[in-house]
């Protein structure tokens, strides 16, 4: 495992699923890792639980789409822990339903939190990153944003929008030495995941190559190298941690 000693690791969305595993991963690494969500319960449980592990860990209640309290929010964070080193942008969240029938309030909600919401988040991170010439910024996308799904035309067009605005954003923060890459998980096993019955979770694993659905700590451990010097010569990517289902 890396080393993260010295390192602030700033994970959106991170009080459970995916984002929890890999704020565990980071603290494991000797982190510093803060977890911002919507949930300040979920916020207390995680970062107790952290702490009661041993582990440097904070939490943060703020709303991605709220662009006044997360530039105040990363000000007063740099502010106490002297910089931010690393952001992954990982909440998000599904309104599924089939075309004809998706409320516009649906599609406004899921573009807002997923896509919009890594936006404001990239910008305020990116003022304070530009100072120290340095920073890794990773997307939390979905095979769903290379692939599509019935059902799921907001969800795949956030995660499809976040690929193309992590390439936008490497470009541009290259010179600056930031790079930006995308992660995009397959079918993983989650708390969501898991009231699926056995006849379709075989069913999914039917169609992955490795025939078998990833674990969270399968996207931590991808979020891990790219956040670290072993992939300073990569940015602008999209990875997908799928078993090959999408296979690019």
Known sequence: MHDFSDKIVLITGAARGIGK??????????????????????????VSELQGAGH??????ANVTDARAIEELFTAVVKEHGKIDVLINNAGITRDNLMLRMKEEDWDLVLNINLKGAFICTQKVFKHMMKARVGSIINISSVIGLMGNAGQANYAASKGGMIAFTKSCAKEFAGRNIRVNAVAPGFIETEMT????????????????????????????LCMFLASDESEYITGQTIAVDGGLTMQ
Request: aromatic share 6%.
């Open 56 to 61: 440097q860990a904070f939490g943060y209640e």
């Open 194 to 221: 898991a009231t699926l019955s056995d006849e379709i979770r075989a069913e999914y694993a039917k169609v992955i190559p490795l025939n078998k659905m990833g674990s969270p700590q399968d996207v931590a451990k």
């Open 21 to 46: 595993a890999i704020a565990e991963r980071f603290a494991q690494a000797n982190a510093t890792v803060l977890i911002l969500d919507l949930n300040r319960e979920a916020i207390d449980h995680t």
